[in-house]
Every structure is written in C-alpha cells, then in structure tokens.
C-alpha cells in the first residue's frame, strides 16, 4: 500500500489559516487522497477528499500538487475546535480499508 | 439521522476473557468496518462486514471475529484476551454503492481495557 507522510505536529494562532502538509510520493493512478481528523476522546471524522482536482467543502479545502505526490489540506481559519489529529490518507476508489499513520497533531493557540 | 453509536462505553476484562462490543450503523448504510486504536497511536482496520459477509480483514488473529445483522447493526467478538488487546475499538458505517467509495462515519467507541 502506498504510505503517506506527514509533520509530527504543528501549531498554529486562531483565526489564521492552516496549512497541513502530507507527501505520497508512492502514489498510484488509482489512489484516491482522503482527509479525516480525530477531535479527542472521539472517533475520527471525514474532512475531504480528492483525485487530480483541488477540492473545497464547507470544512476546508484540499490542494493536490500536480504530480499527485504531495497534497495540503487548508483550514482557511483556524478555531480552538479544529485542534485534532489530521490523518491523509490514500485509497483505492472501490478500497474499503482506511490505513491510518500517525498523522499531525494540530495545536490551536487563542 | 440518528448516528453511529457503540455500547459499552467502557469494558475491563481479564486476561483470557471473551468480549463482545456493539456498534449501530447510521441510518441508511450498508456497510460497517471496526477498527483498534491503541493509545497515543492512529486506528489500525480490523475488518468490514457488508451485507452480513467479511469483506476485508486486516492484520488481526482469528480470535477476532465479527457478525453484521440483517439490521446493519454488528458486534465485534475477541476470544481470549490479551493484554495487548487494550485499546479503543471504533466501529465506522459508510454505504458502499456501486463499488464507489463513501465517506466512513465513526461512532465515539469503547474503551477496553485487559487486566
């Protein structure tokens, strides 16, 4: 399975935007980047995902490099509630089996 | 819209012990997947279940085991316990159409912990 990398954890101000980097440079033509995130002491929630084409939703915005091998998620501002664990992660189109890494830890200062 | 919900919240049990964790799908879904968190680490899959048959296991031992229900609803079962079986198990239900990837909604969890 192709494996995706991403920053440990990374902080960031309220209200400023936020961009959460992941690199799958094992990416293959199929794969599919999806994006969820962990709020504590709950289960982990969908955020977005994409193919080729950057992707806006009401949560956040999905910008995928050309050569599919890198891709940030963007919280345009970020609030205390979007401190949570980001994972990226990729799967086939008909792939049922959410492979999760470690993913970034996102620290939300007032 | 009622969501995914899990029963028990919390479990101890001992080592050796059986366990059986609950899980109801979100209305309108096909499909459940359960997965196991340890702490401080990301969820690992153990299996999903659609239309009452395993369609995809990770890599668990057979004392995990799984049923759907006609219901969607599902129950996770570990046959003797290991310590190493403390974890969060999560349970998430998506509906599976046309071999179309959807979203996966995750229930809260529960939390067992071997003694």
């Known amino acids: 399975d192709a494996k995706t990398t991403q920053p440990n954890s990374m902080e960031s101000n309220e209200e400023e935007p936020v961009h959460l980097p992941c690199n799958h440079s094992?990416?293959?033509?199929?794969?599919?980047i999806h994006w969820y995130r962990q709020l504590p002491s709950q289960g982990p929630e969908y955020v977005i995902h994409g193919l080729t084409s950057n992707v806006n939703n009401r949560m956040a915005s999905l910008a995928i490099a050309e050569d599919r091998k890198s891709s940030t998620l963007i919280l345009h501002r970020a609030t205390l509630r979007d401190a949570a664990v980001y994972y990226c992660?990729?799967?086939?189109?008909?792939?049922?089996?959410?492979?999760f890494g470690g993913g970034t830890r996102l620290m939300v200062k007032p | 819209e009622t969501g995914v919900t899990q029963s028990p919240t919390h479990l101890i049990k001992t080592r050796g012990q059986q366990v059986t964790l609950r899980c109801s799908s979100q209305s309108g879904h096909n499909t459940v997947s359960w997965y196991q968190q340890a702490l401080g680490q990301g969820p690992q899959f153990i299996f999903q279940y659609y239309r009452e048959e395993e369609n995809g296991r990770g890599n668990f031992p057979p004392r995990f085991s799984g049923l759907q229900f006609p219901n969607y609803s599902s129950e996770l079962n570990v046959n003797a316990l290991e310590l190493d079986d403390s974890a969060l198990y999560l349970c998430?239900?998506?509906?599976?159409?046309?071999?179309?990837?959807?979203?996966?909604?995750f229930g809260p969890g529960t939390r067992l912990t071997v003694l």
């Open positions: 992660i990729l799967l086939n189109n008909a792939g049922n089996m959410l492979t």
């Open positions: 094992t990416i293959s033509g199929t794969d599919y």
């Open positions: 998430a239900s998506s509906l599976l159409f046309r071999e179309t990837y959807n979203e996966q909604f």
